[in-house]
């Protein structure tokens, strides 16, 4: 069965940066999307941007573009997401999640375990 | 904040049937972009419950339903049990946002 694997949980200070990654395996890496999902303790689930690293063709949503940055690297099946200075507002747990198409239709059909995010001083 | 309106929480007995609505507007479910549904369990990931409007993936038990209209979507639960109870996201395209978009969010208690 498919698989995206999370890096573990984070604990850093404001200010610091940070990269975590997914993993994915059990499928053709290359020809699927792979987006990121954040949800802060005791809230919702917010999209924040995706990527296809078959050519690292990269969206953000709005609320996220400038704060976050999404990479990938198909030689290991691996897709990032990093932060270049922290804020306390960013402690959250973050899932990645593969998409899947159902005609013009796009859903999330596989969910990482998810990396828990600690921002504090 | 979310372009994709649910109500915080439902509730029902065991075995009765309760609904989920999904309020959106003409640049997301309006604009004829499909549904999805995720359940979230306690202290769970969460996970696909139904893709495009009303199909069910496979092992998702056919007491899972779901519809759309207009701008509105929903999902019913029939037959409601204890393993029921967690929260509901809503999930569509917006072509405002030029991005995906969830639901607030719905918590179902089993009484």
């Known amino acids: 069965e498919v698989q995206l694997v999370q890096s573990g949980a984070e604990v850093r200070k404001p200010g610091e940066s940070l990269k975590i990654s997914c993993k994915g395996s059990?499928?053709?890496?290359?020809?699927?999307?792979i987006g990121w999902v954040r949800q802060m303790p005791g809230k919702g689930l917010e999209w924040m941007g995706m990527?296809?690293?078959?050519?690292?063709?990269?969206r953000y949503s709005p609320s996220f573009e400038g704060q976050v940055t999404i990479s990938a690297d198909k030689s290991i099946s691996t897709t990032y997401l990093q932060w270049s200075s922290l804020k306390a507002s960013d402690s959250a747990m973050y899932y990645c999640v593969r998409l899947s198409r159902d005609g013009s239709s796009w859903y999330f059909d596989y969910w990482g375990q998810g990396t828990r995010v600690t921002v504090s001083s | 904040q979310s372009v994709l309106t649910q109500p915080p929480s439902v509730s029902g007995a065991p075995g009765q049937r309760v609904t989920i609505s999904c309020s959106g507007s003409?640049?997301?479910?309006?604009?004829?972009?499909?549904v999805h549904w995720y359940q979230q369990l306690p202290g769970a990931v969460p996970k696909l419950l139904i893709y495009g409007n009303n199909n069910r993936p496979s092992g998702v038990p056919d007491r899972f339903s779901g519809s759309k209209s207009g701008t509105s979507a929903s999902l019913a639960i029939t037959g409601l049990q204890a393993e029921d109870e967690a929260d509901y996201y809503c999930q569509s395209y917006d072509s405002g946002l030029s991005g995906y978009v969830f639901g607030t969010g719905t918590r179902v208690t089993v009484l």
């Open positions: 003409s640049s997301n479910i309006g604009a004829r972009y499909d």
């Open positions: 059990r499928y053709s890496f290359t020809t699927y999307w």
């Open positions: 990527i296809y690293p078959g050519d690292s063709d990269t």
